[in-house]
């Protein structure tokens, strides 16, 4: 079973950055970041080809990489606004096709809080 453990959520002001990490066992092949809010968003995602896939909402303010030596997916969120609250997870899939719909990853972390005020 693949498991995936999120933790760097916290409280920051409009404008401010924090960085989101998943620690992850077992072999995926694409993981990625969604948020729940109102509505729900698939954030980013990156894939051992090294493709990633950003929703627009984020682009140009979120990062999304990979260390492999230590099992760990990073989000790193910059210009953060009050619309980027939300409860974040880590998704990892087997699938090979990059995306960001929600019905393409099977594995959800437990989550991590972002609440961020203006």
């Known amino acids: 079973q693949v498991q995936l453990v999120e933790s760097g959520g916290g409280s920051v002001q409009a404008g401010g950055s924090l960085r989101l990490s998943c620690a992850a066992s077992?072999?995926?092949?694409?993981m990625g970041w969604f948020r729940q809010a109102p509505g729900s968003e698939g954030v980013a995602s990156i894939c051992?080809?090294?493709?990633?896939n950003y929703a627009d909402s984020v682009k140009g303010r979120f990062t999304i990489s990979q260390v492999n030596a230590n099992n760990t997916l990073y989000l790193q969120m910059t210009s953060l606004k009050p619309e980027d609250t939300a409860m974040y997870y880590c998704?990892?899939?087997?699938?090979?096709?990059?995306?960001?719909?929600?019905?393409?990853?099977?594995?959800w972390g437990q989550g991590t809080h972002v609440t961020v005020s203006s």
């Open positions: 077992g072999y995926t092949y694409c």
């Open positions: 051992n080809d090294g493709t990633t």
């Open positions: 998704v990892a899939t087997y699938r090979r096709r990059p995306s960001l719909r929600r019905a393409d990853f099977g594995f």
